[in-house]
């Protein structure tokens, strides 16, 4: 099993930046590509980013591209989102997810394994 602890959020005013991390235990960190996603009252849960094993692609939604960032320490069996000039329009719950393929998925439904969610709030 893997297991998936998601930290870092909180509330940010707007233009400011928060750092999400994800640690992963149980099987090996490795052997999965990885994920973040968000999921905003009432809508449903989508992609912000993603990173292939062992990190070679990434994926980012239209919406943070050039504004966040994911990467990932296999040393920590941790992965991260570096979220800058955070906007009113990313307040959602976000997500960490792992997922045994090897290249990175875009889906919820590519995602074996969840964190618990952490939340994010940028006030307009």
């Known amino acids: 099993q893997v297991q998936l602890v998601e930290s870092g959020g909180g509330l940010v005013q707007a233009g400011g930046s928060l750092r999400l991390s994800c640690a992963i235990s149980g099987r090996t960190f490795g052997s999965y590509a990885m994920g973040w996603f968000r999921q905003a009252p009432g809508k449903e849960r989508n992609i912000v980013a993603a990173?292939?094993?062992?990190?070679?692609?990434?994926y980012y939604a239209d919406s943070v591209k050039g504004r966040f960032t994911i990467s990932r320490d296999n040393a920590k069996n941790t992965v991260y989102l570096q979220m800058n000039s955070l906007e009113p329009e990313d307040t959602a719950v976000y997500y960490c997810?792992?997922?045994?393929?090897?290249?990175?998925?875009?889906?919820?439904?590519?995602?074996?394994?969840w964190g618990q969610g952490t939340q994010v709030t940028v006030p307009s």
């Open positions: 997810a792992a997922t045994r393929l090897s290249d990175l998925g875009t889906t919820v439904g590519e995602y074996q394994y």
């Open positions: 990173m292939s094993w062992p990190g070679a692609r990434t």
